[in-house]
């Protein structure tokens, strides 16, 4: 019984390990975007067309995200904000944000 437990979590653990890296996979493909939008103006249309593609959309799937027309239209926003992923994901902009949404509200009341 012991050996069915260690082996579920085991193969649990392998299977988180996959999705982060193609979550990695997907975040070096907007990082990528990101860096055509700026240099060749263009970098939402290449992330959709890699999101809508059979290799994006399977590199979605095994990240744990659905791959449907609402997540490619996510992605190309994101593109189309221009800021990097490593930036996005850091304490300091999520700080930021959440500051400017405070003084936002203080103004409209």
Do not use: H
């Not at 744990?64 to 593109?79: A, S, W």
């Not at 490593?86 to 400017?100: D, H, T, W």
Request: with cysteine.
């Amino acid at each position: 019984m012991t050996d069915f437990v260690d082996g579920t979590a085991f193969n649990n653990e392998q299977g988180n390990r996959a999705r982060k890296l193609f979550a990695a996979v997907v975040l070096a493909a907007l990082d990528d975007a990101i860096a055509d939008d700026k240099k060749y103006g263009n970098g939402p249309e290449q992330i959709a067309r890699w999101a809508r593609s059979r290799d994006g959309r399977e590199v979605l799937s095994c990240a744990g995200i659905d791959p449907n027309e609402r997540v490619v239209q996510g992605l190309m926003d994101f593109v189309g904000k221009g800021v990097r992923t490593s930036v996005a994901l850091s304490r300091e902009e999520s700080e930021r944000r959440q500051a400017a949404e405070l003084l936002a509200q203080q103004k409209a009341a």
